[in-house]
């Protein structure tokens, strides 16, 4: 009894030179087929427009708020729709993530999440301007933190006392660099009660009277729990220059009624 051997079906050979143009493509066609056969099929479509509005929510809330703005919140009416009227998407604002991304229109996604928040922002976080806190000081009544992640100079004690004025809520301000006065963290502790951290550390400030310096500080470190001062500027070019952006400062500064 002889031993049937089992032969496996083989996709035959294909000559170009000798097949013609109709065979060559049949014969494709069925080794393209017998591939995808023996490949698992995938998931089913999934429809992400007709997701809960919960899911929605926590989707978008873990995106970085940058892409919110730039398009993830455009991708079809739900998540539009979400995006544009929950202000709790934008109770707590932070735009860091897109400071050198989007280093063009960063004015326009500030003022834009600002006023999707609806007044109910309570922490900003991003760059600033000589505009953006007059901004804000009419569209969140409520912020309580404010984190200004650019350059960002306090020379001018009158447009430091014109904005804090408008911030009653104002606890923790974060100052990443820029020339800082004393007396202007004082104007602003004076019109913020709540004010109780204070972090300068990466700006400068300019070198002044031993005394007035010394009374500065201690007017600050009486009322601020948490406080890093400005370190000092060591060259009085620096004074000269921020006396003089301070008086055109005040010459230029915009109206807050």
Request: charged content about 30%; hydrophobic content about 40%.
């Amino acid at each position: 009894m002889g031993i049937r051997s089992k032969r496996r079906n083989r996709t035959p050979a294909i000559d170009p030179h000798t097949s013609s143009p109709s065979r060559r493509r049949q014969t494709l066609d069925s080794c393209r087929k017998d591939v995808f056969d023996d490949l698992p099929r995938s998931a089913e479509r999934r429809d992400w427009a007709a997701l809960p509005r919960d899911v929605l929510w926590v989707i978008l809330s873990l995106l970085p708020q940058t892409e919110v703005l730039r398009g993830a919140g455009l991708a079809c009416a739900p998540w539009r729709r979400l995006a544009l009227d929950d202000p709790l998407l934008w109770r707590q604002i932070d735009l860091a993530a897109g400071n050198k991304k989007y280093a063009e229109g960063w004015q326009a996604m500030a003022c834009t999440a600002v006023r999707l928040s609806a007044g109910r922002c309570e922490s900003y976080r991003g760059r600033v301007d000589r505009d953006v806190p007059i901004f804000l000081v009419h569209s969140a009544p409520s912020l309580r933190s404010l984190h200004v992640t650019c350059r960002f100079d306090m020379t001018s004690k009158k447009f430091i006392a014109v904005v804090a004025k408008k911030l009653p809520m104002l606890e923790k301000l974060v100052l990443s660099g820029g020339l800082i006065k004393l007396a202007s963290l004082v104007v602003l502790a004076d019109h913020c009660p709540r004010l109780q951290s204070i972090d300068a550390g990466g700006c400068r400030t300019t070198r002044t009277l031993r005394s007035t310096g010394q009374t500065l500080r201690a007017s600050l470190e009486s009322r601020i729990k948490d406080l890093r001062l400005p370190r000092v500027e060591q060259f009085i070019l620096g004074w000269r220059l921020a006396s003089l952006q301070s008086r055109i400062t005040d010459q230029r500064l915009p109206r807050v009624d």
